[in-house]
Nanobody, 125 residues
Framework: QVQLVESGGGLVQAGGSLRLSCAAS????????MAWFRQAPGKEREFVAQ????????DYADSVKGRFTISRDTAKNTLVLQMSSLKPEDTAVYYC??????????????????WGQGTQVTVSS
């Protein structure tokens, strides 16, 4: 069983920055894709960013490209999302997720077998 625990959410003004972390209980995530999704009130959960645990290939949703950076620390089993130039429309609950590489496309929520409990990010205007 894998446990993912997010931290680092909070309230920030527009233009500010936040750093989200996701601590994973599993010893290794080789052959896994790690990702961040977010869900705003009344909206579907949407893809934000992904990274391959081995190799570090990454990609982003168009809405966050150039503002968010995803990374992982393989020694600490931690996934990080560095968010800058935040906008009110970034307000959402942010979730980290883990799923086997080579399965469904990484923007597809069904790909991910493990999810964290979520952390709230609120950006005020």
């Amino acid at each position: 069983q894998v446990q993912l625990v997010e931290s680092g959410g909070g309230l920030v003004q527009a233009g500010g920055s936040l750093r989200l972390s996701c601590a994973a209980s599993r010893r290794t995530f080789s052959s896994y894709t790690m990702a961040w999704f977010r869900q705003a009130p009344g909206k579907e959960r949407e893809f934000v960013a992904q990274i391959e645990w081995i190799g570090g290939t990454k990609d982003y949703a168009d809405s966050v490209k150039g503002r968010f950076t995803i990374s992982r620390d393989t020694a600490k089993n931690t996934l990080v999302l560095q968010m800058s130039s935040l906008k009110p429309e970034d307000t959402a609950v942010y979730y980290c997720a883990a799923g086997k590489s080579g399965t469904l496309y990484y923007t597809d929520r069904r790909k991910y077998d493990y999810w964290g409990q979520g952390t709230q990010v609120t950006v005020s205007s």
